[in-house]
Every structure is written in C-alpha cells, then in structure tokens.
C-alpha cells in the first residue's frame, strides 16, 4: 500500500512538474526570439514575461535583458525599463539597440542630459538612424536649444521625410526661432498629411498660440470649427485667435454669432477685451458688465468690468464695483487693490491705504501690494508707520522684491532727513539692494543720487541722477534732482538745462492732467 501511494505521489510530483514547465523546456534563445515576435506585435506584457523568463534561465543574457528593457519602456515603467537597459549595456556595451532604448527612456524622464549623450552615442554607430536624429532633435528642443534641434530634425527628414509628428516638432523649432516663413511652409505640409478631424490639428493650433503665431492659429482653428462647429472650445479658441492675430472686427463678429447660441460669461469678457481692443468703448463696457452679471463669483470678470470703468473715467462707479465686489468676495487680494488704486486716483489717500493694507493681510508676499502701498505711502497720513511695517515684514519674507527694497529706501531715507532716528546707511542698503535685483529701476538710481547727495558724496550722486534720466527721459524729479547737483558743482549750464528740462516735463503733465 505505501508503495502505491508513492508511486502516486511521484506521478503526481512529475505530472505537476510538466505543468509548470510548459514552454519552460524552450531555450534561452527560443524564449527571446518569442519575446521579440510578442514586441513586434504589439503584445509588451507577454513579451516581457518571455524575456523575464529567459533571465530566470540565464541572468547573464544581455539579448534577454534588453527586451525586457524595451517592453518595460513600451508599458511606461520606466524605472524597470532602465535597470533592464543598463544591465544589458553592462553585459554588452555594444548593444546598440538598448542604448537607443535608453536613451527613449530618458527622454520620457526628461534627463535630457543623458537622453542627448545615448543618442549621440547610436549615432557614432549608426549615423544614417532615424529614429536616433528625431529624438535628439526632440531632447534638444526640451533643453530649449531649438537651432540644434532644427538641425537633427533635418537630418532625420533627410532620411525619412513627411512624418507629421517630426513636422510638427520641426514647426515648434521654426516657430521659436522665428523663421515665420519656414514655419508656413511646414504649417503647409502638415495640413496636406492631417484629417480635418486629426487629434494633432488640435495640439498644432495651441503650438501656434504658444508661440505666438495667431494668424496662423486661426488658420488652424477654422479648419477645427469648420469640421466640429459645435465644439465650444474651439469656437473660443478661434475668436481669441483673431483677436490675438489683431483682427478684431472679425473676432466682435464671430463672438456676437456666437453669443446668440451660447449666453456664456466667458465669451462675454473676451468680447469685451475685443471691443476695448477696437475702441468701442460703450460695448465693451457692456459685455464686461454682461459677464460679471453671468457669473458673480469669478474674480477676474468682477476685475475685468470694474478696470473697464476705471479706463472709461467713471471713478466713482468703480469704486462701487468693487467694494460690492469685496463683499462677495473678501479674499480676493486683487479686488481690495484694485478698490484701494481706484481710491487713491480719486484722491482718497487715506481710505486707498486702508484698502491696500487690507490686500497685504491677504496676500502678504504679493509684490504688486507693495508697489502700490509704496505708490500710496506720501499721501497716507496716519497709516504711513504702519505702512513702513508693513514694508519691513514684507522684505524679511520677500527679499527679492526690487520695488519693495526701493519704496522701503526711500521710505527710511525721507524719515531720516526730515528729523525722525535712523541711519542712512540702512536706507542706502535698501536702495542699492533694489538695483543689484533690477539694474533698469529709474527711480531707485534717482533716490540713491538723493541719498548720496544728502551725504555729500556729490560726484557719485551726480552719476545715479543722469543715469536715472538716461533710463527714464521723463523723470521730473531726477532733471530737478540733477539741477541741484550741478549748481552744488559748479556746473551751471548743466544746472540750466535740467532746470528747463524739468519745467518742461511738469508742463507737459500738467497738459495730460488737463
């Protein structure tokens, strides 16, 4: 009896062994050509299986480790795909299919770096690779680097011409390079290969907005709509592309088409844009207020309606849009400072520095509040100390805010003339801070003059004022600034003409303001 059932378990042991091993008896070399028959067909999980099982047979194959490398790529586990591809180049450094492989895979990881060095290392071998060129030329564009790029995708034309996605990366390197005739030609021949329908049209068109080539991308964008005249977004993309492409009349026409289908607050602001854009200020005053009727809650139609009043003149008006806006809206740190900007151009200075105040609490390390409670502080009466507080907190979170260091300057500088405790040296820091962040800042070489000079370092202030006027012509303060430096050097024809200049420049404001 113990002899049957051994024998029994030995059948069984031998039957299930057969099991386990069908298709295992096949050989290493059996077991990749399967797996290269599986990737050519398309089947990248059961062609990874075979070359797994290959290396489970021989650890050492580096045929098996770069198919199971290709197949990882081709099911986007790039991790796997990259400890296969190495193995194989450790075994082989000569496999030039898994270094191209590689590359690929580095590519989709956006290592650029190492993506270009395995592309050029094909090509060394292989100089006539297609596929090699096309992808350099696609990690050179990444790196931004659209000349090299345009370079690669030319050899790869060269040696396979008319693929669309190689035109239309080809498109994206003219484009950047601003070759607008080379693009139009490419634009050409990719419209002769793409379907009216074709999913690449749509990412053609918003590489032509991206790069700023609207009249084209409403080229592109007619064909869209012409073949799905019901798709919203397109239909918006193609008036914002006429407007962009400055053919306004023709974007107000097709936008009023389409409002009478669709009563959409989008397509309202942007008609709005248009109409102001054309100087037809009474509709474009309309359609702003018509999308902030359609859509209370959006910040930027509010903003857009209420900015609208504010370049029409209609102050006060604005001033109502906005306080109504911040109650619907109490976070919005645009709308308090765009309410605080409307004030103060109505000469409510200490009521603007409230509101800007209020937008700091909100947004803290907003550059833009800064700029303008620096615009306010002269005027802001009992709220400037708090407005310097503010400015000093501000610049502890936000060093690198060149405006802010030159309004806080500026601030302490005037504070320390006119008698209150403090260092000009602080002040001086600040300033000079400001132009090592921005070199082109008018107003803080104007203010750095003034410090100096209250220091008696006259020559060097000297030097700050004219560069101010050299970046700003228009600046009254550093032509009146710069007179006073000239007569204090004895240069008094010099001191006559910024004199004039300066007389000059206020009559001309004093005609803008009338």
């Given amino acids: 009896m113990k002899s049957c059932l051994a024998l029994i378990l030995v059948c069984l042991v031998a039957s299930t062994h057969g099991a386990a091993t069908v298709g295992g008896s096949e050989s290493v070399e059996e077991l990749c050509r399967r797996a290269q028959e599986l990737l050519d067909a398309g089947k990248y999980q059961l062609a990874r299986e075979a070359a797994e099982h290959a290396l489970g047979i021989n650890s050492g194959s580096a045929e098996a480790e770069d198919l199971a490398g290709t197949a990882a790529l081709a099911l986007d586990d790039l991790r796997g795909a990259e400890a296969h591809l190495r193995r194989a180049l450790e075994l082989t450094p000569e496999r030039i299919d898994a270094r191209k492989s590689l590359g690929a895979t580095y590519l989709k990881e956006r290592r650029l770096t190492d993506a270009r060095r395995e592309f050029l290392l094909v090509l060394e071998a292989r100089p006539q ?255 400037r100390d708090t407005i310097t507080r503010q400015f000093a907190h501000h610049l502890l979170e936000t060093p690198n805010d060149a405006w802010a260091q030159y309004f806080y300057g500026r601030i302490l500088a005037e504070r320390i003339i006119q008698g209150s405790p403090g260092d000009l040296d602080e002040a001086q820091q600040h300033v000079e801070k400001a132009l090592a962040l921005d070199g082109s800042l008018a107003e803080a070489h104007a203010e750095l003059g003034s410090i100096l000079d209250a220091r008696g370092q006259i020559d060097a202030a000297r030097r700050e004022l004219e560069q101010a006027t050299r970046l700003d012509a228009s600046s009254s303060i550093a032509y009146y600034r710069l007179a006073h430096v000239y007569q204090e050097l004895g240069q008094n024809e010099q001191a006559r003409a910024a004199i004039e200049k300066f007389q000059e420049l206020k009559k001309e404001k004093a005609r803008h303001r009338d």
């Fill in 129 to 383: 690779d297609f596929d090699s060129h096309y992808n350099l030329g696609r990690a050179l564009l990444l790196s931004d680097q659209p000349e090299a790029a345009l370079g690669q995708f030319e050899n790869a034309a060269r040696l396979k011409p008319g693929g669309s996605a190689l035109l239309a990366d080809t498109l994206d390197a003219q484009l950047r390079l601003k070759r607008a005739d080379q693009a139009a030609v490419t634009l050409a021949a990719l419209d002769r290969q793409l379907g009216e329908r074709d999913t690449l049209r749509v990412h053609i068109a918003e590489l032509l907005v991206r790069q700023g080539a609207y009249s084209l991308a409403a080229r592109e964008f007619e064909r869209l709509h012409k073949a799905d005249p019901k798709s919203y977004e397109f239909s918006y993309n193609l008036a914002l592309a006429y407007h962009r492409a400055g053919n306004d009349a023709q974007a107000s026409t097709f936008l009023q088409s389409l409002l009478v289908r669709n009563d959409s607050a989008e397509l309202e602001d942007l008609l709005g844009e248009v109409e102001e854009s054309r100087g037809a200020s009474a509709s474009s005053l309309a359609a702003f207020r018509r999308a902030a009727e359609l859509d209370p809650k959006s910040e930027d139609y509010r903003l857009h309606y209420g900015q609208a009043l504010v370049n029409q003149g209609a102050l006060n008006e604005a001033v109502r849009v906005f306080a109504e806006a911040t109650k619907d809206l109490p976070q919005s740190s645009q709308m308090w400072m765009a309410w605080g900007g409307t004030l103060y151009l109505l000469g409510r200075f200490t009521d603007s520095a409230q509101k800007l105040l209020r937008a700091a609490e909100i947004a803290p390390n907003d550059p833009r509040v800064y700029f303008l409670l620096g615009r306010a502080y002269d005027a802001a009466g009992p709220l």
